[in-house]
């Protein structure tokens, strides 16, 4: 067990929905990563959430977004869900040295 | 651009059998490398990092890994493997430092017959 915690575990959507995924970091942790991992494949990054702020960004359209909060938690906001959404979205905690980062369980997304 | 490439995507050994994964990277400058385990069901979780020094890192269950700077090379060994290590391995790498996306592989499933 890391101590990042992840919900839902699991979520069926429709397309065109929105979604909320929410992530407890790890005590003492105050940076935040996002991955999609689609099946078959290794994790993707998202973004990540640095003391509140967005952090960097990987390949991901602005439908994709977050939010941090000041206990370091955080939410992963996806709008207009499409089919291809449909993975495990992992979230990742680390300290200020960052250079390893702890993963949570994930929440398994199916747009149908 | 960054890449992590794992080129084994399934592999089946019996117990008892010695175990290397290939990892190779591509990365400007400095690395961080780290080996992460999904077991069925499980989370990610860390078996291995190596950010400088002895290249030959040691990590949990018995695992290790051999950084080869000259081959960009980071592969994961075990001298004898167990039907518990049946699981998908990823290898992934960041840059040390500030902004810590992590790129992983597209990871190598193992399965090991008792």
């Known amino acids: 067990e890391t101590g990042v915690t992840q919900s839902p575990t699991h979520l069926i959507k429709t397309r065109g929905q929105q979604v909320t995924l929410r992530c407890s970091s790890q005590?003492?942790?105050?940076?935040v990563s996002w991955y999609q991992q689609a099946l078959g494949q290794g994790p993707q990054f998202i973004f990540q959430y640095y003391r509140e702020e967005e952090n960097g960004r990987g390949n991901f359209p602005p439908r994709f977004s977050g939010l941090q909060f000041p206990n370091y938690s955080s939410e992963l906001n996806v709008n207009a869900l499409e089919l291809d959404d449909s993975a495990l979205y992992l979230c990742?905690?680390?300290?200020?040295?960052?250079?390893?980062?702890?993963f949570g369980p994930g929440t398994r997304l199916t747009v149908l | 651009a960054q890449s992590v490439s794992q080129h084994n995507h399934h592999v089946i050994l019996s117990e008892a059998a010695s175990l290397e994964l290939g990892c190779n990277y591509s990365y400007g400058g400095t690395v961080n490398l780290f080996w992460y385990v999904q077991y069925p069901g499980q989370h990610l979780q860390l078996l291995l990092k190596y950010f400088s020094g002895d290249p030959l890192v040691k990590g949990i269950k018995g695992f290790e890994a051999e950084f080869i700077k000259s081959k960009f090379s980071f592969n994961l060994r075990k001298p004898s493997v167990q039907w518990s290590d049946t699981a998908e391995y990823f290898c992934?790498?960041?840059?040390?430092?500030?902004?810590?996306?992590?790129?992983f592989g597209t990871g190598t499933k193992l399965q090991v017959i008792p």
């Open positions: 005590s003492g942790h105050n940076t």
């Open positions: 992934a790498a960041n840059a040390p430092g500030g902004y810590q996306k992590v790129t």
């Open positions: 990742a905690s680390s300290d200020d040295r960052g250079d390893t980062q702890y």
